[in-house]
């Protein structure tokens, strides 16, 4: 593992088409003591540094949706050419029972799809839940299959699953699935929906948040998560998403 402050040099070794905007990029090496959930600071020199979720660690692989100028510019890598990371950084997932719900909205699928692999190995029975906009823009859907989870999808337009949010999902996939735990990636009203569902389901949630990130190391308060937020899923005021999260558990007694 390399020091959290150092950026190391990784070359692209393949590109990965996962729908109109988002490619995945497989990298060259392995960091092998990285968890699901724990995200890496890329780097492209002259450009910027912005957070991104590992897809997977061995090899290291990110997904990135083409939204702004530095992950467009990561879109426009091609095999060979280099990135800097550093990392892995970050609290990620753990692993609580044998029964597990994992819920992806968006790029939300991607640090969800290293987590069902690992738990996959481990035996565990997993439940995935993605949703989108519309079937063009779900994403690793064939991955989580091909890992042997059940899978289920919403879309806001109908085109693929259930019509409308992903949430909508959750009553039918615990009946099927009867999780121990669930986990979460998304946009923020999606997961303080998830939460609240997990409080009244009884179970723990671990949900991944996203913040505006500087240092990515604890030190410069930027992703600090609004006290709100905090105060609403019983997490310690303060939070930072990059030292206290990306993951934090969410108690089904403490959600307000
Ligand atoms: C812990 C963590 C993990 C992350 N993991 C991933 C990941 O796995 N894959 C990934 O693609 N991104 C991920 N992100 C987001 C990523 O770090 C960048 O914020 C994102 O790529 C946008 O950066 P940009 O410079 O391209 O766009 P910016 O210039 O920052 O934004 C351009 C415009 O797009 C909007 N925008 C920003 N992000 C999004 C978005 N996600 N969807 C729609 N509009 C947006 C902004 O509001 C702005 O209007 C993660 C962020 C965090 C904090
Ligand atoms: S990014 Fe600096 S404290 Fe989190």
Request: net charge negative.
């Given at each position: ?46 450009i ?44 990620g997932?753990i692993s ?15 640090p969800?799809?290293f ?11 997993v439940g ?11 994403l ?42 669930v ?18 389901a ?30 609403q ?12 999260g ?11």
């Amino acid at each position: 593992m390399n020091p959290v402050g150092l950026f190391s040099a990784f070359r692209v070794q393949q590109k990965r088409t996962e729908n109109a905007y988002t490619c995945s990029l497989v990298l060259n090496d392995s960091l092998p003591d990285a968890l699901p959930g724990q995200f890496v600071m890329a780097w492209l020199p002259g450009i910027d540094e912005r957070p991104f979720s590992l897809s997977d660690n061995d090899p290291v692989r990110i997904t990135v949706a083409d939204v702004g100028s530095f992950s467009h510019a990561l879109n426009q890598l091609q095999p060979g050419d280099y990135l800097w990371l550093r990392g892995p950084l970050g609290r990620g997932f753990i692993s609580r029972g044998r029964s597990h719900l994992l819920l992806g909205g968006g790029y939300g699928a991607a640090p969800l799809s290293f987590l069902a692999k690992s738990l996959c190995a481990q035996g565990n029975q997993v439940g995935v839940c993605l949703g989108a906009r519309s079937r063009a823009d779900l994403l690793l859907v064939e991955e989580f299959s091909s890992l042997g989870c059940q899978v289920w999808l919403a879309t806001e337009d109908g085109s693929a699953g259930k019509q409308g949010l992903l949430t909508a999902l959750l009553p039918e996939a615990q009946n099927a699935l009867k999780p121990e735990t669930v986990y979460a990636c998304g946009p923020i009203g999606m997961l303080t929906t998830m939460a609240a569902w997990a409080r009244t389901a009884g179970l723990p949630a671990q949900l991944s948040f996203e913040g505006v990130m500087r240092c990515g190391v604890g030190l410069c308060g930027s992703c600090e998560l609004p006290e709100t937020t905090c105060q609403q899923l019983g997490l310690a005021p303060g939070f930072l998403v990059c030292h206290d999260g990306p993951v934090g558990e969410i108690s089904p007694n403490h959600f307000s």
